[in-house]
């Protein structure tokens, strides 16, 4: 099956799931989605947010496979689910599994892994991770929105490596109009 992305797109902007719930960033669950779909990423974790969300199982399962997707939905309370998404049949169920162990969820999620690295077991402040302000200023310098996309951290020694990966997600999505 040829998979013309143009229309998986449009498809997902229209769709009334996964809506960012600030409106500093209304697409960013759609564009983690668009770039599993698109082939950037292996898999990825979208937050569907809204009022009475949870009651939105089926509809949300019919979505994700009417998109091509293989997913494990996760109910987190009533208005909010969580679906861990991908082309590939296996990386849902391992995604679900690995949810609590952050340097192999984040190799799943498609960061680099001197990223994931940095991050570390996710206790925060971690000295390798690159400052805030710092990496505010490198995304402005390459022309990237800090708040408005799907990223990671980056790390202090390896930024300048991990930043294309950035760059090519946000071409990806400036290409099919999802920014």
């Not at 939105?56 to 679906?83: M, P």
């Given at each position: 099956?040829?998979?013309?992305?143009?229309?998986?797109?449009?498809?997902?902007?229209?769709?009334?799931?996964?809506?960012?719930?600030?409106?500093?960033?209304?697409?960013?669950?759609?564009?983690?989605?668009?770039?599993?779909?698109?082939?950037?990423?292996?898999?990825?974790n979208?937050?569907?947010?809204?009022?009475?969300?949870?009651?939105?199982?089926?509809?949300?399962?019919?979505?994700?496979?009417?998109?091509?997707?293989?997913?494990?939905?996760?109910?987190?309370?009533?208005?909010?689910?969580?679906?861990?998404?991908?082309?590939?049949?296996?990386?849902?169920?391992?995604?679900?599994?690995?949810?609590?162990?952050?340097?192999?969820?984040?190799?799943?999620?498609?960061f680099?892994?001197?990223?994931?690295?940095?991050f570390?077991?996710?206790?925060?402040?971690?000295?390798?991770?690159?400052?805030?302000?710092?990496?505010?200023?490198?995304?402005?310098?390459?022309?990237?929105?800090?708040?408005?996309?799907?990223?990671?951290?980056?790390?202090?020694?390896?930024?300048?490596?991990?930043?294309?990966?950035?760059?090519?997600?946000?071409?990806?999505?400036?290409?099919?109009?999802?920014?």
């Amino acid at each position: 099956m040829t998979r013309n992305l143009h229309q998986l797109a449009t498809q997902l902007k229209e769709a009334p799931y996964f809506v960012g719930w600030t409106s500093s960033s209304p697409l960013i669950q759609k564009q983690m989605i668009f770039l599993v779909l698109s082939g950037d990423k292996l898999a990825s974790n979208p937050i569907h947010f809204k009022e009475g969300g949870a009651n939105q199982v089926d509809e949300i399962e019919k979505f994700l496979t009417d998109l091509g997707l293989h997913y494990k939905i996760t109910v987190q309370d009533n208005d909010s689910l969580e679906a861990f998404i991908s082309l590939d049949s296996h990386l849902p169920d391992l995604l679900k599994k690995t949810s609590d162990s952050p340097l192999l969820f984040g190799l799943l999620l498609g960061f680099p892994a001197t990223a994931v690295q940095a991050f570390g077991d996710n206790t925060l402040p971690s000295k390798d991770l690159m400052e805030f302000d710092d990496e505010r200023k490198l995304f402005e310098d390459a022309g990237l929105p800090y708040d408005d996309m799907p990223t990671f951290r980056l790390s202090k020694l390896h930024a300048n490596e991990e930043l294309p990966i950035i760059k090519r997600w946000w071409s990806t999505l400036a290409n099919y109009d999802l920014v």
